[in-house]
């Protein structure tokens, strides 16, 4: 039972566009939504984060979406840049109770931004 | 000056065996934990230790156990290891989860044979 997907394997874009990521959840539970990038051989890095009573929350290139009726969540990066190509990686967690800080992952989608 | 760090990063070994994977933060965060990383490449939380006391424990064979002798440590023992154990382990800290997410450690990529 997935709770949280990431439905695209993989994203190819140019330098300089936009990339999006996409991300659905099924816990209504959840109330915080993470993202994060990875590259081989190292450990995932925190990138951006939303509350559930935010919309939206912006740092530098990266701007992440909630649409908590769709459960739908996504990762705008703009402008796309060759060293963004990395695995990508939302996550979910519960705020209350012993669920606290316990995040649930998607599979993770690969981007590759061409030069 | 390594933020989470453990050891080692590749642990090949037979079935049957006993091994240790190693973890160390030095943040000052509060809380640790151990994730899975399959062959599908889902992360799952096995583990999470808030200081030094187990606060998560997902549905994992007893052949495993974390121990945190401090705050800043936490180590994950296997026990008769099987093949199906054969992952990329990555332990993590936090201070904030929700606004600030953890601090992953680089993996341990354990292979049973």
């Known amino acids: 039972d997935q709770q949280v997907k990431q439905n695209s394997p993989s994203l190819s874009v140019q330098e300089g566009r936009i990339s999006i990521l996409n991300c659905d959840y099924t816990n209504s539970m959840f109330d915080y939504f993470l993202w994060y990038k990875k590259y081989p051989a190292e450990g995932p890095t925190f990138l951006i984060s939303?509350?559930?009573?935010?919309d939206k929350n912006e740092d530098g290139r990266f701007t992440v979406f909630l649409n908590k009726s769709a459960k739908h969540l996504s990762l705008h990066i703009v402008p796309s840049q060759p060293g963004d190509s990395a695995v990508y990686f939302c996550a979910a967690s519960e705020s209350g109770g012993t669920s606290y800080g316990k995040l649930t992952f998607g599979q993770g989608t690969i981007l590759t931004v061409h030069p | 000056d390594t933020a989470v760090s453990q050891t080692p990063k590749y642990l090949v070994t037979q079935m049957g065996n006993d091994k240790s994977i190693k973890c160390e933060q030095n943040?000052?965060?509060?809380?640790m934990y151990w994730y899975k990383q399959d062959s599908k490449k889902f992360l799952k939380i096995m583990f999470s230790y808030n200081n030094k006391e187990l606060i998560i424990n997902e549905t994992v064979p007893n052949r495993f156990s974390p121990k945190s002798p401090d705050k800043a440590h936490l180590n994950l023992h296997i026990n008769s290891l099987e093949l199906g154990d054969s992952a990329v382990y990555f332990c993590?800290?936090?201070?904030?989860?929700?606004?600030?997410?953890?601090?992953f450690g680089s993996g341990t990529r354990l292979t049973v044979v």
């Open positions: 993590a800290s936090s201070q904030d989860p929700g606004n600030y997410g953890y601090t």
């Open positions: 943040l000052g965060h509060d809380t």
């Open positions: 939303i509350s559930s009573i935010k």
